[in-house]
């Protein structure tokens, strides 16, 4: 039975990537920091009570900031594939911690790096870097392959950008099997709140059911490949199964702007945006307002057009009946704030992966449109269970109950 450890196996593409390897018949290892002990959500439907038996899932104490701590767990799991995930990951927070970045992402992709060589174990353990397509930031062509030459605009980039060469230097300075993953964007209902994908569907969600008024921007035209995570985790795993190790860009090779992504994701709940003025001045007003009901009551299509599964929940006629006092045509429902545009603009990102395709087989399954409904329709959800305890007098923990 192979043997995999991942860090930052609480995240999203973590929590994915387990559950893929565990279908595939592996043990797997995931390193979790003190700091998440609360924050185990995504993997809590993995546990398996360590006191069973034939136990495929174990959780360990650690932190790339920490190489003492990530030798001896790698010493203790003597794994066959390490896949390193963990990383300050936000663009936006990355300019306000960057010492904590570079430590971080940078200096603990070395550390894990040296931990396999210190133990000896470069002939058989197989190691994926997590890279980032903001390695190109500034881009100096479109679409970006693996040619393309990298110029970072953010703490966080540059920081991945040493990452993503200590990891080839070790591949060619000690023959290991090390292999950077340039993945571009990629979301799902489990992505971080703070993510711009995850704040524009949850935002839509609440603004639907009346829990929320505006939903707050910065760069409307900035442009992304986005694709679903759990498309991206299959090509990580892909890459660790080739004979020889190599990098590659994973992108769907489509690009779509923050604008198209917001008037996808408000189609969804049947409300139709129009934009309005110019610069930090422009607005996102609702023009129309579809007479079905909101897919929380399973009454309506999602975006792609497919029916939505009925939910008989206990706030259905709540939620119809307050999303219908909430919204109205004519209000504004998105503003820009000048507030959340980055120091250093990265204005379009889109990958070319014919390399990934071609050497890995691997292709994306999940379009844009399904990968959108799926998130409007999971936060629809939580929103809708957030509503039913206002308006049974309870209060949403770490939220307002105006």
């Known amino acids: 039975m192979k043997k995999a450890l991942i860090t930052g196996i609480t995240g999203q593409d973590g929590a994915y990537l387990a559950e893929f390897l565990l279908g595939k018949g592996y043990e797997v ?69 960057a010492e904590y970045t570079a430590n971080a992402d940078a200096l603990g992709t ?8 210190i133990l000896d174990m470069t002939d058989h353990v197989r190691f994926y870097q997590a890279s980032t397509s903001e390695l190109f930031g500034k881009v100096q062509s479109v679409p970006q392959n693996e040619k393309t030459p990298f110029y970072p605009r953010s703490p966080y980039g540059v920081a991945k950008l040493y990452g993503y060469w200590i990891c ?57 490949d986005w694709g679903h995570a759990k498309d991206f985790v299959r090509a990580m795993w892909l890459m660790l199964q080739q004979k020889k190790p190599d990098d590659y860009v994973v992108a769907t090779g489509e690009s779509h702007s923050v604008r198209e992504f917001v008037e996808l994701a408000f189609r969804g709940v049947g409300v139709e945006i129009q934009w309005k003025g110019k610069g930090v001045k422009e607005v996102g007003i609702i023009s129309k307002i579809s007479g079905q009901r909101s897919a929380v009551s399973g009454q309506e299509k999602n975006a792609i057009g497919r029916a939505v599964k009925p939910r008989r929940l206990k706030s259905d006629a709540i939620a119809s009946d307050f999303s219908e006092r909430a919204l109205r045509a004519g209000d504004v429902a998105v503003e820009v704030d000048p507030g959340y545009f980055r120091p250093t603009e990265v204005d379009e990102l889109l990958g070319d992966a014919s390399k990934a395709r071609r050497v890995l087989g691997w292709e994306p399954r999940i379009s844009f449109e399904e990968m959108v409904s799926s998130m409007v329709k999971t936060d629809l959800e939580e929103a809708s269970r957030d509503q039913l305890c206002r308006e049974s007098g309870f209060k949403v923990v770490g939220q307002s109950n105006e």
């Open 29 to 97: 290892h995931g390193i979790k920091r003190r700091s998440s002990s609360l924050n185990t959500g995504r993997v809590d439907h993995l546990y398996q009570d360590p006191h069973e038996e034939n136990v495929r899932f174990f959780m360990h104490y650690g932190d790339l900031t920490d190489a003492t701590n990530l030798i001896r767990i790698v010493q203790e799991v003597q794994p066959d594939e390490i896949y390193n995930l963990a990383a300050q990951s936000h663009v936006m927070v990355s300019f306000e911690t």
């Open 110 to 117: 070395l550390r894990l790096l040296e931990a396999i060589r």
């Open 168 to 224: 080839v230097n070790y591949r060619e300075a000690y023959n290991m099997f090390a292999c950077n993953g340039i993945l571009f964007n990629h979301e799902s209902p489990i992505r971080g709140e703070t993510f711009v994908s995850r704040k524009i569907t949850r935002a839509v969600a609440r603004i639907k059911l009346g829990l929320q008024k505006k939903l707050y921007l910065g760069n409307l035209d900035a442009k992304r």
